[in-house]
């Protein structure tokens, strides 16, 4: 899988002729890390899913779910990073169950 890149909010995983296209929530986080911490969350979905695009979905879906989660707990432009780290380490099951949009 190459590197994303971004258009937006949007990041582009490429691998051989699939492409896969993820919104990745209209939150203010400063764009890089939002797209390492990302990737790493593929990374470790990659480790209990064989699948490498389920895996590679399930992760930003958490992803975008944990920044919609954070987006409404913040306090002020300082606090999204704290606040998307703590819902990451909150979200569970029922919640991306619920709140994953897919179609």
Known sequence: MHAPFELAEIAVFVAGAD???????????????????AVALVCAALAVETDAWMATLAALAAFGVAGEI????????????????????GIDRGTLRARVKAS
């Open 19 to 37: 492409a896969l296209l993820v919104n990745l929530g209209a939150f203010d986080i400063e764009r890089r890390s939002a797209i390492e911490v």
């Open 70 to 89: 954070a987006a409404q707990r913040v306090q002020g432009p300082g606090s999204f990073a704290a606040a998307m780290i703590d819902a990451l380490h």
